[in-house]
């Protein structure tokens, strides 16, 4: 089993670890913290000017946490309203509760897929956190404190159980996306991008839902073999097939249409199209 329990790229805190010292060690208590931390860019229904706005592509949880440190400096778990908490959305929500788990030693990882309890009629994309408490993983929302959630219809689906359902002709993918008014991010393609990124974020890339790499792309494309060979390993894992586990990790670091080289592009929400160099954490300027 891969060590979910040490931090990765985009996990690790840095210089803000100590802040994570007092948290509670439980899941729960955790997951309190972290939303009294992060606030919806959309959900919330606050207008946030552009430089705050910008705190969405933070992207690595070092800088999520400076967000937080330029407005306050009492402990994590001190009351912030929301309008001056870190804007962000349900990767952040998560890579925040996954850091902090980790930095207890708790074995942790988030997970990309859909969520069927958001809206009985839209199948909202979602990002959120899985913990292994001793003798299984536990799945739970921390934006909107739903715990143990089940991996299955009517719970949280992840991304590859989507995709090969759509392969099969079971569901139709039309309302699996971001929002049903927002138009155009939804369908098979989409659902098809989120199964690397469920692949990346397993494997420890824990990156933006709009950051664009390999073959990640705004069209179905013509490799759908490789989806389907992804997700099958993807749900193989989840059913405890350490062999299949390590066959898909040999498959994202080899493959590198799947796994991000030194720069990805950015096509962010706020309006900004642009590329990041990951060694340097930087956007590109040419």
């Not at 690595?60 to 908490?85: K, Q, S, V």
């Amino acid at each position: 089993m891969i060590d979910y329990t040490g931090q990765t790229r985009f996990s690790d805190p840095r210089a803000h670890a100590p802040l994570f010292d007092p948290l509670p060690a439980d899941p729960g208590g955790i997951g309190e913290v972290i939303r009294n931390l992060v606030v919806h860019y959309r959900a919330a229904g606050i207008d946030f000017p552009p430089d705050r706005l910008a705190e969405i592509d933070s992207r690595w949880a070092d800088r999520l946490l400076d967000a937080d440190r330029r407005r306050f400096d009492t402990p994590l778990a001190e009351p912030r309203p929301p309008e001056r908490r870190i804007v962000g959305c349900c990767r952040d929500f998560t890579l925040l509760t996954v850091a902090a788990l980790r930095h207890n030693g708790i074995p942790a990882r988030s997970r990309i897929g859909f969520a069927d309890y958001l809206d009985p009629h839209w199948h909202y994309d979602h990002v959120i956190t899985e913990y292994w408490d001793g003798a299984r993983w536990v799945a739970d929302d921390t934006q909107v404190d739903a715990t143990d959630l089940r991996l299955t219809p009517g719970g949280f689906r992840p991304a590859a159980q989507v995709w090969s359902a759509y392969r099969r002709g079971e569901l139709d993918p039309a309302t699996f996306g971001v929002a049903p008014a927002v138009a155009g991010l939804h369908g098979d393609w989409f659902v098809r991008n989120y199964v690397i990124y469920e692949a990346a974020h397993r494997l420890g890339d824990e990156l933006l839902l709009w950051d664009i790499w390999g073959n990640v792309s705004l069209e179905l494309g013509d490799d759908l073999a490789l989806i389907d060979e992804v997700a099958d390993l993807l749900q193989s894992a989840d059913a405890g097939d350490t062999r299949a586990e390590e066959k898909l990790a040999g498959l994202y670091a080899d493959d590198p249409r799947l796994h991000p080289g030194d720069r990805i592009r950015c096509v962010s929400p706020r309006g900004r199209d642009y590329q990041v160099d990951l060694r340097q954490r930087a956007a590109v300027t040419t």
